[in-house]
T-cell receptor, first 112, second 115 residues
Framework: AQKITQTQPGMFVQEKEAVTLDCTYDTSDPSYGLFWYKQPSSGEMIFLIYQGSYDQQNATEGRYSLNFQKARKSANLVISASQLGDSAMYFCAILDDYKLSFGAGTTVTVRA | DAGVTQSPTHLIKTRGQQVTLRCSPISGHKSVSWYQQVLGQGPQFIFQYYEKEERGRGNFPDRFSARQFPNYSSELNVNALLLGDSALYLC??????????????FGSGTQLSVL
């Protein structure tokens, strides 16, 4: 069963503006972890941010922040002040026992 | 310090052949995981090894096998290749088994094309 849903296949954003990437998840575990990874054209998956289900505050890492709404089972990634180097695929993932289950990803293209 | 290294970076095989992909984890990391990423999709879990023992296996046929060596490097083998095996194969390492924060460190992958 699919555990992560990313409904936006592609998005365009103007340089220096913010962009929000949607992610909804499905799990019956009371304790879980949610992650966002960035995959540039080089192929490497780069860890961006983590949100634990019991964390009281939304996670932030530099220009990345996570809008975590537990009741809605959503964990949207916000990238502020977009840069040309942010153009990449972005994947949401959930920790499922010993492995990560990824969504289908969202392509972000930053325009100058 | 070197990150996760994978070899080769690209590989072309024909149907029915066998392939071996290699991965060296970050120094000090004892766990290695393998993921398959088909074009246009997110990575799918194949295997996880920790301390040279298989900890988990994804929904892949027995044609897929792996092992981890005493130096914690790993090999992924795929036998009787099918066209559908064409994908980017990603290796990831972590200090121990996947912890709560899930900080997997990925390599750049091996792009396998099956003709």
């Amino acid at each position: 069963a699919q555990k992560i849903t990313q409904t936006q296949p592609g998005m365009f954003v103007q340089e220096k503006e913010a962009v929000t990437l949607d992610c909804t998840y499905d799990t019956s575990d009371p304790s879980y972890g949610l992650f966002w990874y960035k995959q540039p054209s080089s192929g490497e998956m780069i860890f961006l941010i983590y949100q634990g289900s019991y964390d009281q505050q939304n996670a932030t890492e530099g220009r990345y922040s996570l809008n975590f709404q537990k009741a809605r089972k959503s964990a949207n990634l916000v990238i502020s002040a977009s840069q040309l180097g942010d153009s990449a695929m972005y994947f949401c993932a959930i920790l499922d026992d010993y492995k990560l289950s990824f969504g289908a990803g969202t392509t972000v293209t930053v325009r100058a | 310090d070197a990150g996760v290294t994978q070899s080769p970076t690209h590989l072309i095989k024909t149907r029915g052949q066998q392939v071996t992909l290699r991965c060296s984890p970050i120094s000090g990391h004892k766990s290695v995981s393998w993921y398959q990423q088909v074009l246009g999709q997110g990575p799918q879990f194949i295997f996880q090894y920790y301390e040279k023992e298989e900890r988990g296996r994804g929904n892949f046929p027995d044609r897929f096998s792996a092992r981890q060596f005493p130096n914690y490097s790993s090999e992924l083998n795929v036998n009787a290749l099918l066209l559908g095996d064409s994908a980017l194969y990603l290796c990831a390492s972590s200090l121990v088994g996947l912890d709560r924060e899930g900080k997997l460190f990925f390599g750049s992958g091996t792009q396998l094309s099956v003709l």
